[in-house]
Nanobody, 127 residues
């Protein structure tokens, strides 16, 4: 099983990037997929997630209205569209997959409960 993030890079404040999370050896069907961000010296934090079962999405307040998570079932890929980027969005972005069990809402699953992780994609936003 492998999750691969792509689409990171360097962008100026106010710019946009779209991250992709593609899975191999795993079908995303039924999984909840989350995007996490780890800034230098900080813990990995969840910023968004999507419930592949019903398409419901969740966003942390810090990215709400600027980021959009979406899923392409045919490509077995989840995207994170990021607009109006700020310097504080800088960090390594990881996608993860968790099989829902205990909780219905993807927002209830913390990073320790995820089953699979990608290697991360660096996003740097310059001021």
């Amino acid at each position: 099983v492998q999750l691969v993030e792509s689409g990171g890079g360097l962008v100026q404040a106010g710019g946009s990037l779209t991250l992709s999370c593609a899975a191999s050896g795993l079908s995303f069907d039924g999984y909840y997929i989350g995007w996490f961000r780890q800034a230098p010296g900080k813990l990995r934090e969840r910023i968004s997630c999507i419930q592949r079962t019903d398409g419901s999405t969740y966003y942390e307040d810090s990215v709400k209205g600027r980021f959009t998570i979406s899923s392409d079932n045919a490509k077995n890929t989840v995207y994170l569209q990021m607009k109006n980027l700020k310097p504080e969005d800088t960090g390594v972005y990881y996608c993860g997959a968790v099989w829902p069990g205990q909780y219905f809402y993807c927002s209830r699953y913390g990073r320790y409960e995820y089953d699979y992780w990608g290697q991360g994609a660096q996003v740097t936003v310059s001021s």
